[in-house]
């Protein structure tokens, strides 16, 4: 598995996972990424250049993936449209990327026959209650609740079914809110960090009360690396790292880390449709690949994203004054 196409490789996640490879393996990398809003070439600067080849375009692009994925002996799928907010005003580019994206490299691979690794998440289960120790496991019914979820729950069903249809050797994987350094300023955690710094009030969408489940992006990595390597083709894995946070605990947590009074933040509009809970169970991955995460303490790598988004105000400067201009029609 030497050559691997990762898609979205210049947004969050995906940009942290070509970190996570190139630190980690001797394997060759082709991004492909259509550098949307969410997409920025800044964070795969300092990678060697004999390692990462990037190319811009858009994973519905059949003949772009067919010659890329054709070179390819694995396929890392990342790329997405991944904000609830946005597909909230405007599901189209959803639709077109989740779905008809998803469908295109699934027809490459099938044409192709390399190794496909599918990245989900666990909003397709819908949400838990609050007062519930119930967590998702990989047998929970899909219950999405929002256009983002849905596609992403279409474009997961669209996997199993060239997996059973058509022998593609396939896996998915579907994790927890990641954080960690490269993440969009649309996003809960660099919102609140990066208002702070410019001497915005933090802003919390109604009560509160919703819980997250957090993971560190490389952690998310390393399992994703475990699953290519290492995971049953044709199956599923839940990702997560036991990390579950109230949206409130975890704006007061951000003030407190900032040096601000831990109410120092507004509360405005809720999201519709809004998600209570999510929380992973993640004892298959851990049993079957042996997998656990690298940062147990959230507080430490929550005060290390802090300080990542401190010292590199010139790689997500840019996005802030549209991303609020955008919250602010919302009465967000
Ligand atoms: P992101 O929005 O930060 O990055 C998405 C990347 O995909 C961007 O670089 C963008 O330019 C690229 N892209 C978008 N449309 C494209 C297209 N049509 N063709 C090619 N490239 C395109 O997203 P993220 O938070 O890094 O999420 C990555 C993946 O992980 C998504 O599939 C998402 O559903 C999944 N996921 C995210 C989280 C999370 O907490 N952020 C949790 C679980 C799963
Ligand atoms: O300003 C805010 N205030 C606030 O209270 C924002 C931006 C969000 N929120 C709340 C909404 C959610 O309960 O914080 C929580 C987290 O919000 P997001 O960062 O938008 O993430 P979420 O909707 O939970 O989805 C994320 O995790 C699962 C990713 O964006 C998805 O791509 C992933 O699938």
């Known amino acids: 598995m030497a050559r691997l196409l990762v898609t979205g490789g210049a947004g969050f996640i995906g940009s942290n996972f070509v970190h996570h490879v190139i630190k980690n393996t001797d394997y060759q990398v082709t991004v492909l990424d259509k550098l949307t809003y969410a997409g920025n070439r800044a964070s795969l600067s300092a990678l060697p250049e004999d390692r990462v080849r990037f190319v811009r375009g858009d994973v ?37 990327t989740n779905l008809i994206g998803t469908f295109t490299l699934l027809e490459a691979v099938r044409a192709k026959g390399a190794r496909f690794h599918h990245v989900s998440t666990d909003e397709v289960y819908g949400d838990l209650p609050l007062d519930d120790p119930a967590r998702f496991s990989e047998d929970t019914p899909y219950n999405p609740s929002s256009p983002y979820s849905s596609t ?100 007061e947590l951000i003030l407190t880390l900032m040096g601000e009074p ?16 999510y929380a992973i169970d993640p004892t298959k991955l851990r049993e079957e690949l042996g997998w656990r995460p690298r940062y ?28 609020e201009a955008f919250y602010s029609r919302l009465g967000q």
């Open 60 to 96: 519905v692009d059949s003949a772009l993936v067919g010659e890329l994925v054709g070179a390819s002996d694995a396929v890392v799928h990342f790329a997405a449209e991944s904000h609830n907010d946005n597909s909230l005003q405007d599901p189209k580019p959803f639709i077109h």
């Open 152 to 251: 992403k729950a279409g474009s997961d069903l669209l996997v199993r079914a060239w997996t059973r249809s058509f022998g593609i050797a396939a896996t998915i994987s579907n994790c927890s809110n990641n954080y960690g350094p490269y993440q969009h300023v649309e996003k809960f955690i660099p919102r609140q960090i990066t208002n702070v710094l410019y001497g915005i009030r933090p802003k919390l969408y109604g009560d509160g009360r919703n819980v997250r489940d957090w993971i560190h992006a490389d952690d998310h990595s390393s399992a994703v690396l475990a699953i290519l390597e290492r995971g049953r083709v044709g199956e599923t894995y839940l990702i997560g790292a036991d990390g579950e946070k109230d949206n409130k605990s975890l704006i």
């Open 262 to 277: 831990a109410n120092a933040y507004d509360q405005v509009a809720d999201r519709a449709g809004h998600d209570l809970r």
């Open 296 to 323: 147990g303490d959230f507080t430490r790598g929550l005060s290390a994203t802090i300080d990542w988004y401190r010292q590199h105000e010139e790689w997500w400067a840019p996005s802030k004054a549209a991303t």
